[in-house]
């Protein structure tokens, strides 16, 4: 089987911004695993080749970087110039995925996925659709578009595109916000990569832990957004300062204006911030982490390698991974992946389970945190078996397990309906659309 990914994140340090490109080459990567012939068209590092091969394994994956004339212009992030990006990626990627990948493909026998993320690829799928059917070859592919998050529904065509392809999301949370607009979709969660479970530094752990042992070491890794709930972990940890428990907030997200907000908020509240840039590995997280005793939050400005960030979410007596809306909740899940204390939110944390596994957070406010944390604390078996639960949940959901008990089958199933009628009965609508 040929599959194709389409997304603006991807592999390249250039195009990671957050959670879509740890799913896109999750899913890139499980695929080939499985011995199929996988195409990644992402909006890819200007200075790196525009198609790469890797043929090692059992499949094949291509990387096709997209709109590098444009990032080169652009190199804040993937998402700098994002409608230009868009128009490009709309106009010329699916003439050139059709004729010169999937068409040959389909002429050998083969049949093809077409799996694409958030609204950025919805026109480049209307129009993939439209050229599959003017080549009368729409029945030998299913097309499949997967929201991962709310970002951007203003601007899709929710009729159009259901006719065209079938539409998926990440979670019921998703799922049921999807149908408050009209929009019938199939829950298909994200997964673990195998390196989530791998082992970390236990120096690097027990560095940090004497380091913080008379202190409450809190972490936090999102985007500077609202949906974040950074305030409320900003209250939170000024309520425990104030309580006299010393915390120490390691906060990670890239700098925006709203990050200014929420850093200035924690000065306004009487905590000290500091900013740390941090050597990449193990060795230069507990560095970076040096001299803090005055330190109320610290900034991360550096991106974490896999390595220091399972070192981090271990050695943290909790991370705060909730969040006000959270479509899927992939800190939480990898915080357990590490054998580290989740603190997730109510609403897209399917794998959450209330005083077992994670601390599930009903509120923002900061008293909440702290009954429940304290309770936990005062128990160091209870911490333990918190811990192992965790762990064993993240090990159901490893993209190996996504892959074949939910991804495949589901993949089949579309492809026997494909075999069977036209693409335009393959995604079912809920009436009325919902319109801005």
């Known amino acids: 089987m040929q599959l194709h990914l389409l997304s603006f ?181 994200n997964g673990l990569p195998d390196e989530a479970f791998a082992p970390f530094d236990p120096r690097a752990v027990e560095a940090i832990r004497q380091r913080f042992r008379d202190r409450l070491l809190l972490t936090k890794m999102a985007l500077w957004d609202p949906d974040q709930a950074w305030l409320a972990t900003i209250e939170t940890a000024a309520e425990l300062k104030r309580r006299g428990r010393r915390p120490l907030l390691v906060a990670r997200g890239a700098l925006s204006a709203y990050g200014e907000i929420v850093l200035d908020t924690a000065r306004r509240l009487g905590l000290e911030v500091r900013s740390r840039e941090t050597a990449p590995g193990p060795d230069g997280l507990v560095r970076g982490l040096s001299d803090l005793d005055e330190t109320d939050v610290v900034h991360l400005r550096s991106p974490l390698e896999a390595d220091a960030h399972r070192v981090l979410l271990h050695a943290s007596d909790a991370v705060l991974a909730n969040r006000i809306h959270e479509p899927f909740g992939q800190v939480g899940l990898e915080t357990m992946a590490a054998a580290g204390i989740a603190c997730t939110g109510c609403s897209g944390e399917d794998y959450a389970v209330p005083g077992q596994n994670a601390l599930v957070l009903q509120t923002g406010e900061p008293q909440e945190f702290i009954a429940l944390y304290e309770r936990l604390r005062r128990s160091p078996d209870d911490q333990q078996a918190f811990r192992r639960a965790g762990r064993a949940t993240a090990r159901r959901y490893v993209w190996p397990e996504i892959r074949d008990r939910v991804l495949l089958p589901r993949i089949r199933m579309e492809a026997a309906a494909a075999a069977r009628t036209e693409a335009g009965s393959l995604s079912r609508v809920v009436s009325p659309f919902w319109t801005p």
């Open 9 to 189: 994140e991807g592999p390249d340090p250039y195009s990671r911004a957050g959670g879509l490109a740890a799913r896109v080459n999750g899913l890139a990567e499980t695929l080939t695993e499985a011995g199929h012939d996988v195409h990644l068209w992402f909006v890819g590092d200007p200075d790196a080749p525009d198609e790469e091969s890797d043929s090692g394994r059992p499949g094949r994956l291509t990387l096709h970087r997209w709109c590098q004339p444009i990032s080169a212009r652009a190199r804040e992030s993937v998402y700098a110039a994002e409608l230009d990006k868009e128009a490009d990626f709309t106009a010329h990627l699916p003439a050139r995925l059709l004729t010169h990948v999937l068409l040959p493909a389909l002429e050998a026998g083969q049949h093809a996925v077409v799996m694409a993320e958030e609204w950025q690829t919805v026109r480049a799928v209307l129009r993939i659709d439209r050229l599959l059917r003017e080549a009368h070859r729409r029945d030998r592919v299913s097309l499949l578009w997967n929201a991962n998050d709310t970002v951007g529904f203003e601007r899709i065509d929710w009729k159009a595109l259901a006719q065209a392809a079938r539409i998926t999301t990440v979670s019921r949370y998703m799922k049921h916000r999807l149908q408050e607009i009209g929009v019938e979709a199939l829950a298909i969660p």
